[in-house]
C-alpha cells in the first residue's frame, strides 16, 4: 500500500473543480468536488482519516484535479466522471431492473401506443415508470378500450394500408382503425392528444369530458354508444383507484426518500401527477464501499434524472433529507428541465405523510434485496468456493463460526459466536460468553480465551452419540459439531492467540483466518502478510457479513449485561431499598433504560414496592446522571 505522503500534491488552487484518485493500475478509484480544491484535497493527507477515507487513500498512488468555473459545473462533471469511471469508493445507486413504460409516438402521422423497456428517445412521450408489468398490461388494455389509437408495428399499419383489411384490434373495438379510414388522421390525431393528456393529467379532465358526450349520445337515442362510453368511464375510474392516494389533487410532484441500513442503503421514488401515483421506482447502493460523508441524495438524484426528458422533471420535488449540494442539484435540475426547480422537506401535514410511505417502499426494496441475495445458492456457493480457494482449504467451508470480544476498557467483557453453514446464518447454534472482569484479558487473551473455551467442549462432546442422547432424554450435545473454518474479528494479535489456544488443544483440522476491519485484510496465523480479496468478491462480502452478525451479537449481550450492572450500582444508592426488593426490580425492568421510562405507578406495582418507595427511586433515579446507550461500533456507552 501506498503512503498517501508519497504522491501529496503540492501548489493546490484554491478554486473550484473536481478531482480524481488513482490506483496502482491507473484505475480511477474516487471522483470528488470542491469548491476550494486546495481546502478539500488537504483533509485527505491528514491524521485520524475515517476508516473507509484511510483505505481509499492508502490503496491510491496520485491524484489530479480539473479547475471549472462554478459549482453546477463541478457538480455536472463530477456526475460524467462517475458515471464514466465507475469508482469503486463513490455512492452509486443501481437498479437492477428493467420497468416497462407506456409510450405514445405523438410526433408520427398516425400515432401509437406501445408498452417499452428501451432508453428514452425524442418525439416519444414517456409514462411510468410501471414496477408490475401486470399493471401495465392492464391499463394498456383501458387506454385501447377508451382511447382506440393504433398500437401495431409501421410495418403491420403499412401493410393493412395496401390490403384494406384492418387486425383483429379493430375488429374487437381496441384499435379505430386508421389503415383502413374508419377514422380520419386528425381524429386519430386528437384521440392521441387525448390520450396524452389523460395519462399526464388523470381524469380530472377527461372524465367530465366523456360524460357529457354520454349524455349528448343517450339524448339522441344513441344507446350502444352511450353504453360504450359509460364503460370506459367506469375503466379509467377504476385505473385511477389503483394509483391514487390519500393526497391533494393539485398535487405534482417527485416525492424522494432514502432509507439507511448498515452498510447499505435504498431510494424510492413515487411520481406524483395530479393527485395520483403514475409510478414507482427504487436503487440500492452498498454502502461499504464509498467513503463516509459522501452525498447519497446527489448520487440518488443523478441515477433518477440523468437520462430524464425536460417534461419527466416537476417544478418540486419532495425529499426527506435536504442533499449537501441543495443549491447546485437545484440549478442543474432547472437547466435540465428549462425552468425552475425546488427541493423541499416538508414538516408537516399529507406531504410528510406519503414522504413516509416512499421511505418504507425503500426500505422493503432494501430487505427485498437483501434476502435475494442472502439466499441466492449460487452466490453463496461461488463465495464458499473462492474462500476455499484463496485460503487454501482441502474443503469448502460449509460451517464457519466467527468469535468477537465487546468490552469497555477491559470491564464487562463478553465475547460471541456466530454460526454460518452453506453461507447462511445458523442463529440456533449462536452462543454468548461472558468473561469475569477480575480475569484481566485485553482483546487477544480473551480471544485466547474464548476459542480455547469453545473447543474444551468440543473435545468433551464430539463422542456423545446425539441420537443416543435424544432417545435418553439427554441435553442436545451444543458444541458436538466442528467448523471447517473460524473467523476471529481483528488482525494478527487476535489471529496468532487463536491459533496458539487451537495448537494448545491438538487441534489441527480446523482452518483459522482473521479479518481486520480497518481494510477488510484477510489474515492467515503467523503469515507476515495479509490476503486481499478483491473488493467486489462475493467471497469477501460473506466473510464481512460474518463478521458483522458477529459484531452485532457481541454488542447485544454487551449492551444487556453492562446495563444490568448499571442498574444494580444505581439501585444499591436507594436509601432504604434490600436485597430482595433490588432483585424484584432488576427482575421485572432488566435495565436503567426501562427504570427510568417507569411511572410511580409501575415501579409500586413491582412486588415489596409501595408508593412511597417508588417515588423515592424515581428520585434518586432522575439524579443519576446514567448513560446507557453505546456505539455500536466501539462498545462505548454514549448517553442515557
Known amino acids: 500500500m501506498a503512503d498517501p505522503q508519497s504522491y501529496r500534491p503540492t501548489d493546490i488552487p484554491k ?13 480511477v478509484i474516487y471522483v470528488g468536488k470542491a469548491i476550494n480544491l486546495k481546502n478539500r484535497l488537504s483533509n485527505y493527507f491528514q491524521g485520524n482519516l475515517a476508516e473507509k477515507t484511510y483505505r481509499m487513500v492508502h490503496q491510491a498512488v496520485r491524484v489530479d484535479w480539473t479547475i471549472v468555473d462554478t459549482e453546477v459545473e463541478a457538480l455536472q462533471l463530477e456526475f460524467s466522471w462517475i458515471k464514466q469511471y465507475a469508482p469503486q469508493y463513490n455512492v452509486q445507486f443501481r437498479d437492477d431492473k428493467s420497468y416497462p413504460y407506456l409510450a405514445i409516438t405523438n410526433k408520427e402521422e398516425f400515432p401509437r401506443v406501445f408498452i417499452t423497456r428501451k432508453s428514452k428517445r425524442p418525439g416519444i412521450s414517456y409514462f411510468g415508470p410501471f414496477t408490475h408489468t401486470w399493471a401495465l398490461r392492464s391499463t394498456f388494455d383501458v387506454v385501447l378500450k377508451t382511447f382506440p389509437i393504433r398500437s401495431c408495428t409501421t410495418s403491420n399499419f403499412e401493410r393493412a394500408k395496401r390490403t384494406k383489411r384492418q387486425c383483429l384490434l379493430g375488429d374487437i373495438g381496441k384499435c379505430a382503425a386508421p389503415c383502413v379510414e374508419w377514422i380520419s388522421k386528425e381524429d386519430h390525431k386528437a384521440l392521441s392528444d ?26 339522441r337515442e344513441e344507446f350502444e354508444r352511450a353504453s360504450k362510453i359509460r364503460d370506459s368511464i367506469d375503466a379509467i375510474e ?7 392516494a390519500a393526497l391533494p389533487e393539485n398535487l405534482t410532484a417527485d416525492i424522494v426518500a432514502i432509507h439507511h441500513d448498515g452498510a447499505h442503503a435504498a431510494g424510492s421514488i413515487f411520481i406524483v401527477r395530479g393527485g395520483a401515483i403514475k409510478g414507482s421506482r427504487s436503487w440500492i447502493v452498498d454502502q461499504s464501499k464509498s467513503l463516509e460523508g459522501d452525498d447519497e441524495m446527489g448520487a440518488l438524484f443523478y441515477s433518477i434524472y440523468s437520462q430524464s426528458a425536460p417534461t419527466d422533471i416537476p417544478a418540486e420535488i419532495l425529499i426527506n433529507e435536504l442533499p449537501l449540494d441543495a443549491t447546485a442539484l437545484e440549478s442543474w435540475l432547472s437547466g435540465l428541465r428549462g425552468a425552475p426547480v425546488t427541493l423541499k422537506v416538508p414538516q408537516r401535514g399529507e406531504k410528510v405523510e406519503i414522504l413516509a410511505t416512499v421511505k418504507r417502499n425503500a426500505q422493503y426494496s432494501l430487505i427485498q434485496f437483501l434476502s435475494k441475495r442472502a439466499n441466492d445458492a449460487a452466490v453463496s456457493g461461488s463465495a464458499l468456493a473462492e474462500i476455499a480457494e484463496q485460503l487454501e482449504l482441502a474443503e469448502l467451508p460449509l460451517r464457519i463460526e466467527c468469535f468477537d470480544i465487546s468490552n469497555i476498557q477491559g470491564t464487562s467483557m463478553v465475547a460471541s459466536m456466530v454460526v454460518f453453514e452453506d453461507g447462511q446464518p445458523k442463529k440456533s447454534d449462536y452462543r454468548r460468553f461472558s468473561i469475569a472482569d477480575d480475569a484481566g484479558f485485553d482483546d487477544t487473551r480473551a480471544m485466547a480465551h474464548v476459542i480455547t473455551r469453545r473447543f474444551k467442549r468440543y473435545l468433551d462432546e464430539k463422542d456423545i452419540d446425539v441420537v443416543e442422547a435424544a432417545v435418553q432424554g439427554a441435553q442436545r450435545p451444543k458444541f458436538a459439531y466442528p467448523p471447517q473454518l473460524v473467523v476471529v474479528d481483528g488482525g494478527k494479535p487476535q489471529v496468532n492467540a487463536a491459533a496458539k489456544a487451537l ?8 482452518a483459522l483466518c482473521g479479518l481486520a476491519k480497518r481494510l477488510e485484510e484477510v489474515w492467515l496465523p503467523n503469515n507476515s502478510e495479509p490476503i486481499i480479496f478483491p473488493r467486489h ?23 444487556s449485561k453492562r446495563s444490568k450492572i448499571m442498574l444494580e450500582s444505581l439501585l444499591d444508592e436507594v436509601d432504604g ?6 432483585k424484584s426490580l432488576l427482575t421485572h425492568f432488566g435495565s436503567v433504560t426501562a427504570l427510568k421510562k417507569a411511572t410511580s405507578e409501575e415501579l409500586a406495582a413491582v412486588p415489596g414496592i409501595g408508593i412511597k418507595m417508588a417515588k423515592t427511586i424515581m428520585e434518586q433515579v432522575n439524579n443519576q446522571g446514567v448513560a446507557l446507550n453505546i ?6 456507552i454514549l448517553d442515557a
Do not use: C, W
Not at 468478491?537 to 454488542?555: G, M, N
Open 577 to 582: 431499598l434490600g436485597e430482595v426488593r433490588r
Open 15 to 27: 478554486l473550484p473543480g473536481v478531482y480524481r484518485f488513482y490506483d496502482a493500475t491507473d484505475t
Open 537 to 559: 468478491s462475493e467471497a469477501l462480502y460473506l466473510l464481512q457479513k460474518v463478521r458483522d452478525e458477529a459484531h452485532r451479537f457481541a454488542i447485544n449481550f454487551h449492551r
Open 238 to 244: 377504476r385505473a385511477q383507484e389503483s394509483a391514487e
Open 503 to 510: 495448537r494448545e488443544l491438538g487441534i489441527t483440522n480446523v
Open 194 to 219: 387525448r390520450l396524452v393528456k389523460f395519462m399526464s393529467n388523470g381524469n380530472t379532465d377527461i372524465v367530465p369530458t366523456l360524460r357529457a358526450e354520454m349524455e349528448l349520445a343517450s339524448s
Open 631 to 636: 456505539d455500536m461500533q466501539s462498545g462505548e
